[in-house]
């Protein structure tokens, strides 16, 4: 290899060195302004129609902006509850709407319908399981997730209706401005006890979880 051949490769060696380090400069300080707008806002992490799975006065709560029709979401979904399996009186989830997908908004007006019949969580695990069926992204069917929802045992006529009342467009309307102001982005988007996840992953989701209860045990 000749002296220029050699000059080239080493300046796009430094290029691409002097990118990666920029992007990962430019992550963090997004991470850092989500973590900020987290501490800043620590209202808008939990409401009080937020939907909670554990003890509710665990000291760790994960808090999940989720979307039925991700697939990460429901990847997701047994990793958190295998970490609630594991802290039992330490954690408890909280899940807030964040509806990306094309009709993923009829669904979460549904899924909020079901708390009225004392459904939800059923109606949720039933849904993520049939998600392949119908959260096609360019031309979701949702009317399969709703015949999902009834074989949970939900009444789907009076949730339907239920679904279409202002009561129940204005949770989803709440959501949608809290991640909005929260700067969240992307589904499943993870807060423990109001931090981010500084990288995302299930092993850095079980790391911040794990870090939070033992102070919280001490």
Same mark, same amino acid.
């Given at each position: 290899?000749?002296?220029?051949?050699? *000059?080239? *490769? &080493?300046l796009?060696?430094?290029?691409l060195?002097a +990118?990666?380090?920029?992007m990962?400069?430019? @992550?963090?300080?997004?991470?850092?302004?989500?973590?900020?707008?987290?501490?800043d806002q620590?209202e808008? &992490?939990v409401?009080?129609?937020?939907?909670v799975?554990?003890?509710?006065?665990?000291?760790v *709560?994960?808090?999940?902006? +989720?979307?039925?029709?991700?697939?990460?979401?429901?990847?997701?979904?047994?990793?958190?509850?295998s970490l609630m399996?594991q802290?039992?009186d330490?954690?408890?989830l909280?899940?807030?709407y964040?509806p +990306?997908?094309?009709?993923?908004?009829q669904?979460?007006?549904?899924l909020?319908?079901a708390?009225?019949?004392?459904k939800?969580w059923?109606?949720?695990e039933?849904v993520?399981?049939a998600?392949?069926?119908w959260?096609?992204?360019?031309?979701?069917n949702?009317?399969?997730?709703f015949?999902?929802? #009834?074989?949970?045992g939900l009444d &789907?006529p009076q #949730?339907l209706?239920? =679904? /279409? *009342?202002p009561?129940?467009? /204005?949770?989803?309307q709440q959501?949608?401005?809290?991640?909005?102001?929260?700067?969240?982005?992307k589904?499943?988007s993870?807060?423990?006890?109001?931090?981010?996840l500084?990288s +995302?992953?299930?092993e850095?989701? #079980?790391?911040?979880v794990a @870090?939070?209860? =033992?102070?919280?045990?001490?």
């Amino acid at each position: 290899m000749n002296s220029k051949k050699i *000059t080239v *490769t &080493l300046l796009l060696g430094l290029v691409l060195l002097a +990118f990666f380090f920029g992007m990962k400069t430019y @992550q963090g300080r997004e991470q850092d302004a989500q973590a900020q707008k987290a501490s800043d806002q620590m209202e808008r &992490l939990v409401r009080m129609h937020s939907p909670v799975l554990g003890p509710r006065d665990a000291p760790v *709560t994960i808090v999940e902006f +989720f979307d039925p029709a991700c697939e990460t979401c429901r990847a997701f979904y047994p990793i958190v509850k295998s970490l609630m399996r594991q802290y039992p009186d330490d954690l408890r989830l909280v899940l807030r709407y964040a509806p +990306f997908h094309q009709g993923s908004d009829q669904v979460i007006l549904l899924l909020e319908a079901a708390k009225k019949q004392d459904k939800y969580w059923p109606v949720l695990e039933m849904v993520l399981a049939a998600q392949p069926m119908w959260a096609d992204h360019g031309r979701p069917n949702v009317e399969l997730a709703f015949q999902a929802a #009834a074989q949970a045992g939900l009444d &789907l006529p009076q #949730a339907l209706k239920d =679904a /279409a *009342t202002p009561e129940v467009a /204005a949770v989803l309307q709440q959501d949608v401005e809290d991640l909005k102001a929260l700067q969240v982005t992307k589904t499943p988007s993870f807060f423990v006890n109001g931090q981010p996840l500084q990288s +995302f992953g299930a092993e850095q989701l #079980a790391a911040l979880v794990a @870090q939070e209860v =033992a102070k919280a045990r001490k």
